[in-house]
């Protein structure tokens, strides 16, 4: 059984930076894919950023271009969204989601269908 476990998200201003963590338990952390979206309310889920199984590999979305960077611990397990320059736009539920199988960070980016999904963090940027 694979969970992804999400920290807490947050309240920031803008301008402010704000740090996320997926924790990925199971056996498949060192094999899987991991890519975190976000949906703002009345909008359709997107995506932001992922990082490939090896993580050798980075994808952005072109918001999160120059902003976001996205870190992959394999001695904790553990995936880490660093937003920086926050925005008001950048506010919404930020999910981490995973697939197995030694997937690309590109991968991540074409679709929603996804394995395994985090709970969820708010993030709200104050304007």
């Known amino acids: 059984q694979v969970q992804l476990l999400q920290s807490e998200g947050g309240l920031v201003e803008t301008g402010g930076s704000l740090r996320l963590s997926c924790a990925v338990a199971?056996?498949?952390?060192?094999?899987?894919?991991v890519g975190w979206f976000r949906q703002a309310p009345g909008k359709e889920r997107e995506f932001v950023i992922a990082?490939?199984?090896?993580?050798?590999?980075?994808y952005y979305s072109d918001s999160a271009n120059g902003r976001f960077t996205i870190t992959k611990d394999i001695a904790k397990n553990t995936v880490y969204l660093q937003m920086n320059s926050l925005r008001p736009e950048d506010t919404g539920e930020y999910y981490c989601?995973?697939?197995?199988?030694?997937?690309?960070?590109?991968?991540?980016?074409?679709?929603?269908?996804?394995?395994?999904w985090g709970q969820g963090s708010q993030v709200t940027v104050s304007s």
């Open positions: 989601a995973a697939d197995k199988g030694l997937k690309s960070a590109q991968s991540m980016a074409v679709s929603l269908v996804h394995e395994y």
């Open positions: 199971g056996p498949t952390f060192t094999t899987a894919a």
């Open positions: 990082i490939s199984w090896s993580g050798g590999s980075k």
